[in-house]
């Protein structure tokens, strides 16, 4: 295994930035918004063991996305045109709200002291390590795709389990009723009715969803998939996306049709007119909005 400190450009030892390979990651209950790259979740669970047995406290927070923990973000580095890390799926952040930005040489929040060794072990870099802006929140893989199963073997880390089913959530299908249904269907971006069934479109809905998630496309919402539904950054193909969506999906499309996306990415008018353009020059019908033809059209690995 050959770490590829100091590179900070992860498409060079092998990462895609699409956000395609990205799925839900959390620490003993506690959730790092929008996940990392499916291939790095068992390397963050057994850096989360080594830190937290280290005496790094990862808390609970009432709003992870103000003031707790990170993963998955479209967006470049700030202050700068290069991708972050977190664009790609391989990084997470620690307790953002007392483990900040700092210059100073000698601050290191609630990071353990031996945190560099940590870091060094899983095949990352620690952002406290940092010379000059020092990002002591922040651990990133510098790993080759090829490289990450090897590191997590040696290190004996990351066992994971199947996610269980969340409670208050009974298993849905087609005839099934009530709020259960109206929530799938807000996740799925269908429009619940005053008294929401789970119709057609919502099975439709579901399996778009549970093939770009690589579940058994039953049309059935169990325990995985509400797993999925509840924790999971919404993936390129998972779902139709129309004027009005957001989310990392969107972002993705945006990028794919040579917009740039926002902080917090919308699927606004230009969105919709450069994507009905972009259709009708390839003999696409339907708009502008994008459904499983679109997708696949796009290259979304659904």
């Not at 930035?17 to 057994?46: I, M, N």
């Not at 040489?105 to 000059?132: D, L, Q, V, Y």
């Not at 269980?164 to 005839?175: A, E, F, I, K, N």
Request: proline share 8%; charged share 15%.
């Amino acid at each position: 295994m050959a770490a590829h400190f100091g590179n900070y450009n992860p498409s060079s030892f092998g990462w895609s930035a699409d956000g395609s390979q990205v799925v839900p990651f959390s620490y003993k209950g506690e959730p790092f918004p929008s996940g990392c790259h499916r291939l790095v979740v068992a390397l963050f669970t057994g850096l989360s063991n080594d830190l937290t047995a280290a005496g790094l406290h990862i808390p609970s927070t009432h709003n992870p996305l103000v003031d707790g923990n990170w993963g998955y973000e479209p967006r470049n580095v700030r202050g700068s045109s290069n991708l972050s890390f977190h664009a790609y799926g391989l990084a997470v952040d620690y307790d953002a709200p007392h483990n900040g930005m700092t210059t100073s040489t000698t601050f290191r929040g609630t990071m353990p002291a031996n945190a560099t060794a940590i870091a060094h072990k899983w095949g990352c870099e620690w952002g406290g390590e940092w010379s000059g802006r020092r990002d002591v929140m922040h651990y990133e893989v510098h790993l080759s795709p090829g490289d990450v199963s090897g590191v997590v073997s040696a290190n004996h880390g990351g066992a994971t389990t199947a996610p269980s089913s969340p409670p208050g959530h009974p298993v849905l299908r087609q005839g099934s009723t009530g709020k259960d249904v109206a929530t799938v269907q807000r996740r799925l971006n269908l429009k619940p009715s005053p008294h929401p069934v789970f119709g057609p479109a919502t099975k439709a809905a579901v399996q778009m969803y549970q093939r770009r998630h690589k579940i058994t496309a039953d049309g059935v919402v169990g325990a995985t998939t509400w797993s999925r539904l509840l924790s999971a950054s919404i993936l390129p193909g998972e779902r139709s996306v129309s004027l009005g969506c957001t989310g990392p999906d969107v972002a993705w499309l945006q990028r794919r049709l040579g917009l740039v996306p926002a902080k917090h990415p919308a699927f606004g008018i230009k969105t919709q007119s450069t994507l009905a353009a972009w259709k009708a020059k390839r003999g696409l019908g339907g708009g502008g909005s994008a459904g499983p033809v679109t997708w696949a059209a796009l290259g979304a690995n659904g």
